[in-house]
């Protein structure tokens, strides 16, 4: 008895660890909220078992779930807060890891949907948290074909703003990805493109925090796409996503977890009182 009950009020934990963990982060640009799911032990079956004579051991919880919903739409209305609408991550770079070698299998950058981004010093476009955002740079103003393209081809995004004699004027990122900058009273011209990623399980990838993860094997097959393009996402600029947690369904699943772990502590502590009853 003492076994079961405590699977109850561990189960109920786990919920509650995961739910603070939502509602702490309801407010943190491109996060996603998560979920638990419980199974329930059983005394093992015999063919001639009879359904209700199954008597539960306890409940388990199997693993936690992402939601991938699209969260809301928060107008920054900076030249380079970027949203993603539909599917698709930004694919980042940490400065530490730009000259690291990239042991076998593995992608050398994370993903994210975060896309409140800006120029440093040198013209990289970066992230919020300083990575390095990864695209394709253009030459002559055209950027290279994605079809079939590789993610070793991928490369840090720079603004030449150090090359041009005339100072930055404007920069934009268009829906399809295009980063769009004019120097003095020059014209506009093509920069780069910032490209989407897609996973054939994203529910996979590894949380790394900051709403930043990593692609692991579990993954699955990896896609990259220009947006707006089929399967992938378009962009919105001067917008970030929000997170897609709801503060009111967070806070119910709360109190009801809550009272699953007072329950079955109302429950041990009368199994520690009959058993004290039974022993004197």
């Not at 934990?13 to 996603?32: F, V």
């Not at 209700?52 to 919880?61: H, K, Q």
Request: charged letters at 20%; proline letters at 3%.
């Amino acid at each position: 008895m003492f076994s079961i009950i405590k699977s109850g009020m561990d189960t109920a934990m786990q919920e509650l660890s995961m739910i603070s963990n939502n509602i702490s982060n309801s407010n943190s640009i491109g996060y996603k909220k998560s979920s638990v799911s419980f199974s329930e032990f059983y005394i093992g079956r015999t063919v001639g078992g009879v359904e209700r004579a199954l008597v539960g051991l306890g409940a388990n919880a199997e693993h936690t779930r992402r939601s991938d919903a699209q969260g809301a739409l928060i107008e920054m209305g900076g030249a380079l807060d970027t949203a993603i609408v539909g599917n698709g991550y930004f694919m980042t770079e940490r400065p530490a890891d730009a000259e690291a070698e990239l042991a076998e299998g593995e992608l050398g950058f994370q993903v994210t949907r975060n896309g409140a981004f800006s120029l440093d010093s040198e013209g990289f476009l970066v992230s919020q948290d300083g990575d390095f955002v990864l695209g394709l740079p253009a030459v002559a103003g055209v950027t290279a074909e994605l079809e079939g393209l590789d993610a070793t081809a991928l490369e840090k995004i720079q603004v030449p703003i150090e090359e041009s004699e005339e100072p930055l004027s404007s920069i934009r990122i268009e829906s399809n990805g295009n980063i769009i900058a004019a120097f003095g009273r020059g014209e506009d011209t093509v920069v780069g493109t910032i490209p989407l990623s897609i996973f054939s399980n994203p529910n996979s990838l590894k949380q790394l925090g900051d709403g930043k993860y990593l692609p692991t094997a579990l993954a699955g097959k990896f896609f990259v796409g220009i947006p707006n393009s089929s399967g992938f996402g378009n962009l919105e600029t001067g917008y970030v996503e929000g997170s897609n947690v709801d503060i009111t369904t967070e806070m119910t699943n709360m109190i009801r977890a809550q009272q699953q772990f007072n329950g079955s502590a109302r429950m041990m502590q009368t199994n520690s009182d009959m058993i004290e009853k039974m022993t004197r």
